[in-house]
């Protein structure tokens, strides 16, 4: 079994900070690109930021300059550190990365559960 497990979200004032943690565990061979996404109430799924293997990141515009996102590869770790946060941060934050499997040598698309980010005005 695979899985990624979010971690970090939580209840802060506009312009403050938080960062997400997002760990892999599980019999991996690899993990390609990292990302984030986030998907307010009623409102469609969107990236929110990207990391490759070798550290090339991606960033939505609306998060260009407050948002940062790095990885630990020993650690099967991928972060998003939020600066400024905006009220309208406000969202449900999910972790995917394409997990290649130890065994296989398949790739899985796997999604994490998601953590809450409230920003409050």
């Known amino acids: 079994q695979v899985q990624l497990v979010e971690s970090g979200g939580g209840l802060v004032q506009a312009g403050g900070s938080l960062r997400l943690s997002c760990t892999a565990s599980g019999s991996i061979f690899s993990l390609n690109d990292m990302r984030w996404y986030r998907q307010a109430p009623e409102k469609q799924r969107e990236l929110v930021a990207s990391v490759t293997t070798g550290g090339s990141t991606v960033y939505a515009d609306s998060v260009k300059g407050r948002f940062t996102i790095s990885r630990d590869n020993a650690k099967n770790t991928v972060y998003l550190q939020m600066n400024s946060l905006k009220s309208e941060d406000t969202a449900v934050y999910y972790c995917?990365?394409?997990?290649?499997?130890?065994?296989?040598?398949?790739?899985?698309?796997?999604w994490g559960r998601g953590t809450q980010v409230t920003v409050s005005p």
């Open positions: 995917h990365a394409p997990m290649v499997i130890l065994t296989s040598r398949a790739t899985i698309s796997t």
